[in-house]
Nanobody, 127 residues
């Protein structure tokens, strides 16, 4: 069983940067496909990005491409989401996700394709 615990959320201003952390236990993150989803008030859960076995093999939602980056620190067994140039539309609860296998490419943005979820951390961007 894999447990994921997010941290690092908070209140920032538009244009700021923020880094979220996701501490994993139960399995090494280097052996998992890891990613992030988010959910804004009144909206469905939305795919943010995913990295496969190497951090160079990644996929991001168009809305965050070029601004957000997912990385892993295998020594700390932690996954990060670096968010730059934040916008008010990025306000949401952010969830770390992990899978033992690679989701089918055209289903990567579907929440039920992911086995393990964190509890979420709130990010609020004021304009």
């Amino acid at each position: 069983q894999v447990q994921l615990v997010e941290s690092g959320g908070g209140l920032v201003q538009a244009g700021d940067s923020l880094r979220l952390s996701c501490a994993a236990s139960g399995r090494n993150v280097k052996d998992l496909v890891v990613g992030w989803f988010r959910q804004a008030p009144g909206k469905e859960r939305e795919f943010v990005g995913i990295v496969l076995w190497s951090d160079q093999n990644s996929d991001y939602a168009d809305s965050v491409k070029g601004r957000f980056t997912i990385s892993r620190d295998n020594a700390k067994n932690t996954v990060y989401l670096q968010m730059n140039s934040l916008e008010s539309e990025d306000t949401a609860v952010y969830f770390c996700v992990a899978n033992r296998g690679v989701p089918i490419p055209w289903l990567r943005n579907v929440p039920n394709q992911y086995e393990y979820w964190g509890q979420g951390t709130q990010v609020t961007v004021s304009s």
